[in-house]
């Protein structure tokens, strides 16, 4: 018997927690914390502590499968990947499109970008990344030449002021959390804007801006105002180290704050003591998640979050900065290797000279040099799609056209651990091994990449998804590009090409624990916890301002529907659900889907607690549980997104912000309605004479 | 005999020159496997050789135990737990444990709640003055010593002050209080962790009373751990003599100056506690609490909770599932069901990701029935769990309150 | 303006301190109305779950009521609710809940006056020592 401690990283969000696995004769049975690891130094949240819980699960997909007659059918790899390669034969580049994951490695993300250029010659290549932080590169690289977090999470504890935009902290990065607690312990203020009063409101926040949905650019452009006024703003950084401060000036002279007031929700007093306070601070850092980014104006809200950075000099220092908080133990790394249709690897925009660049790094020729598809056109213009990772079925708003779409096109590809509701619709769905399943690297929120070892062999015949696509490439004629036998191969080729990447090696990898943050220029070079010390990554290496005016959202409530419908995440769950739903000790937090109705909207409606409820947009309806709280105030409405039979994104509307292409996922109308209890019923009739 | 009193040698020349004192455990180890005495060796090594990274290795091969020489003073992984949860508590193998003086409780308590077979297990107990937390000792080499923590090769915990060793022989030495004060240095808990000797082990294993020389001072605490010494000195794996009473002066003279310096913390950090009003405990437990996100780390790492279906999980109907802060009933049994026992082993501290002061509660408050009890958890299997047994003398108290 | 009512969960043992609470009803014997009793077998059933959940449901107050030591129907249950209520004293204190309010009280089951003066008294105690603060936190 050999029982083995081995180290490997969380595979759940992007803060990249150590833990170590026990491990007897090639079984994980059981996790003991990694007290040397820099993240987390021995401690975990819950689903930390619950690794493990879905890497054995039953029903692990373990052989590729082929609809036949309208039911999928076990096959060999040849037959499912060779009934890949002669439809793809046929598609024309235009009519392809590759949907990567936030949550494959690195290695993975970078031969499907490389397969969706090279082998179908288009720029079609999109990661789901795009739902949720497309407005970071869109906003911030005009701004501040990255949209990448600026700077590191051990350093978040240098700041006396944190600004959280839209995140829910406490329940989404719990050990980013506990770095703010730490700060504030030293003196630090918090604040942070969110709709409805949430653990972070309660718990960690000092001054809770409880502003009306969506209502963010107005609130900033306010508080710049005030910091203004005050003088408050950091005049020698403007001068130093920003352009574009006139354009701001002029149009902050002419903000109305009465009409913020009146927009935000907030009391002018409070918006103050928020401006004031983040202005006054040494080292103030803006975190930011999907309250900022998945509104039609996402964009624009993290422009505004950039402007107020830059204004108040809180860039360009440890512990500062306006940061991106991506969610995903990939979300960072996919994007990083070009799984966008605007982006080659290394964020090279797609253009005629990064083809001819990348034409010379691949001995290739003819790589596409026009822009491709967003995601979501994707799913509704394309007739050929292969989807790895994700659920577009779960996870795009208005889910009920997307399945009509989806039902029409000729070839849908499906490749996941798990028969998620998509695969429900594929022609053909391939088993990938996951995590431990393989080696390979992530990179996680604060560009810190690490690497994954194998520890268990993957069940049946699942594979490595660059492995997947390597043979398919090679069915398709291009053995010789894709010529592959391991991941490490593969990062030396992604090193070569992205040059923040240059200096990391698996070999540096597996002796640094923590893992290393790029840019790393060369071998030598340790890494870059924080970006900007200097100079910004624009041309002429200044932060840029951006003027944006107050857009309201795409549909607020009328007559018709009266709430505001908004979504978000809890902690013991992770997104569309297919891990956590799996591990008991996770599942039993929370069993099912629920809508967060106010005390006093509910006894409007004549609703109950844990009554079952019809929650209705104008894209469709769901029946759910409703859990009557003061967590949302009146006119809210809340819906986890976790759970495929109380699907929040049957309701969600897909307004999409223009440049980002991400939707408003956070904002729609809807309508409640009461469904009696039929016990109650009973009951109220017994009482009745 | 127990209360025999050694001063010992490896009598192998390469585990002595690769020890940091006398090489004795690790020749014990030896010993116990090619004795076939035991099945295996439970001990700890720096995995890949980084001192601070010290994982529990179970060891069936005896050349491999000398990787485990020497003492990694930035590690603490969770010894009782290990046996308990991954060796089936020791009931199919026999077993020599190196431990603390906290793993031993630990590993103790458990027994007597019959999750470890204690007759297979020899435990081989070290001297202890405290370890120091991974991550942060590598910020504090970094900032206060001004060295790459990966050239340290060697640390000392003594007579108040920590000394590291680099890679090229030179020392650097800095007073333990004054990093503490910054918030470096030992765990927490080991600062207020008053005993050092673990006597409660089969034998006690320590630097105190070899004034320098290599060699490393046994005192025998068990019949079974008289039994082991016996057979390894004849069976020629360690030279021993016997220590002369200056020897064993000075040893008790330390243990006791760190005894004082521990009292002195406990004083310290449960003042702060005990001095507040009612009313501002309450805040300050209940702002505590508020941070719980309900990870049931401190439940998984506590030696004490050993029930495989707690009562605290969301499936058990006490704690409302799916809420954080869990229900205030959360931090209350995690404390009641373990007070009356903790060894203070602080696990609980190192793994709570909001950094509640659990230990620094949990053992104010086991003190404090400590003195009600007259009980010292981990000390002796056959000492009856406070809170989990009465004797029959009781039934002549006639009072409600009572005082042992 | 509300004067505040104690409201006390009373964990009272079958065979003695019930059988007094009992008597001291037939016996017609007055006493505040502000205990509510749970009737357990023996007061060594009341565990330190029970006491925590009652606190934690918002009880101002919480009595165990057992038999005299040497008197219990189970030979020695009294003796462990003894050790219980003495172990968790300390815990109260600690976390600013007043240990006050937990009583033990030994009442036999002749005892029916002892149990409408324990009754009184208790009351009065947590009458004076305010609202549970926990309370506070409830919806």
Known sequence: MSIEYVSTICPYCSCGCGIDLVVEDGRIIGQEPWKEHPVNQGANCPKGNNAYGFLYSEDRLKMPLVRKNGTLKETSWDEALDLIASKLKKASPEDFGFIASCRNSNEDAYVMQKFTRVVMGTNNIEYCGRLCHSPAAAALIPAMGSGAMQTSQPEIELADCIFLAGVNIVETFPLIARRIFRAKAKGAKVIYTDPRKTATARHLSDIHLQLRSGTDAALINAMMSIIMAEGLEDKEFIASRTAGIDELSSFLSKVDLKQAEEITGLPLGKIKEAAITYAKAERGCILYDQGMSQHYVGTDNVRNHANLALFCGHAGKPGSGINSMRGQINGEGSGDMGCLCVFYPGFKRVSEETAKFFEEAWGVNNLPTKPGLTYIDMLYKLSYLYVVGGDPTMAVPDVNNVKKALEKVSLLVVQDIFPTEIAKLAHVVLPAATWVEREATHTWIDRRIQKINKVVEPPGEAKPDWWIICSLAEKMGYKNKFNFSSSGEIFEEIRNCIPQYKGITYDRLSHTVGGIHWPCPSEDHPGTPTMFLQKFNTPDGLGHFQVVEFKPPAELPDDKYPYVLTTGRSIFHYHTGTMTRRTPKLADEIQRGFVEVNFEDASKEGIQDKDIVTLETRRGSIETEAKVTDEVPPGLLFVPIHFSESLANVLTIPALDPSAKCAETKVCAARLKAKINRDRTENESKLEF | ?404 | MDKFEPKIVAFFCNWCSYAAADLAGTSRIQYPPNVRTIRVMCSGRVSELLILKAFALGADGVLVGGCHPGDCHYMKGNLSARRRVTGLKPFLNAIGISSDRLRLQWIGASEGLKMAETISDFTDTIRNLGPNPLKRRQK
């Open chain 2, 1 to 404: 005999m127990k209360g025999d009193m050694y001063l010992a040698q490896s009598s192998d020349d390469a585990i002595l020159k690769k020890s940091e004192h006398g090489g004795v455990v690790t020749s014990l180890l030896k010993f116990a496997l090619e004795s076939k005495r035991v099945d295996a060796v439970l001990a700890i090594k720096a995995r890949n050789g980084n001192r601070y990274d010290g994982i529990p290795v179970l060891i069936t091969d005896p050349e491999t135990v000398i990787e485990t020489a020497g003492s990694l003073h930035c590690a603490s992984p969770n010894i009782a737990r290990f046996i308990k949860e991954y060796l089936n508590g020791a009931f199919d193998m026999k077993i020599a444990v190196v431990c603390k003086p906290c793993d031993a409780r630990g590993i103790i308590e458990l027994v007597k709640r019959t999750q470890i077979n204690m007759d297979n297990l020899t435990l081989i107990g070290l001297n202890c003055t405290g370890t120091l937390p991974s991550a942060p000792a590598k910020r504090m080499f970094h900032e206060e010593f001004e060295v790459n923590p990966s050239d340290v090769i060697r640390e000392d915990l003594e007579e108040g002050k920590l000394t590291i060793t680099l890679k090229d022989g030179t020392e650097k030495q800095k007073d333990l209080d004054e990093l503490e004060q910054k918030g470096y240095g030992r765990r927490e808990n080991c600062r207020r962790c008053d005993i050092n000797i673990p006597i409660m082990a089969d034998i006690a294993c320590g630097k105190w009373g070899t004034d320098g020389k290599k060699a490393t001072f046994i005192e025998v605490c068990s019949e079974k751990g008289s039994d082991f010494i016996e057979k390894a000195i004849e069976a020629e794996y360690i030279k021993v003599e016997k220590p002369d009473s200056r020897a064993i002066e000075s040893r008790k003279k330390r243990n006791e100056e760190e005894i004082l310096l521990a009292r002195k913390w406990q004083e310290k950090d449960f003042a702060s506690l005990r001095e507040m009003s009612t009313e501002e405990k309450f805040s300050y437990w209940l702002g505590e609490f508020s941070r719980c996100i309900k990870c049931y780390g401190c439940r998984n790492a506590c030696p004490i909770c050993y029930c495989k279906d707690c009562i605290l999980e969301a499936d058990r109907g006490i704690v409302a599932p799916g809420e954080i802060p869990p229900d205030v009933i959360f931090p209350m049994i995690r404390s009641v069901h373990v007070m009356d026992s903790c060894v203070n082993c602080g696990q609980c501290e190192d793994v709570c990701p909001m950094d509640l002061p659990l230990a620094r509660l949990i053992l104010m408050l086991n003190r404090e029935l400590g003195n009600i009890f007259k009980n010292e958890p981990g000390m002796d299997v056959n000492a009856p769990i406070p809170l989990k047994s009465v004797t029959d003398k009781e039934l002549t108290v006639a009072d409600v309150e009572i005082q042992f």
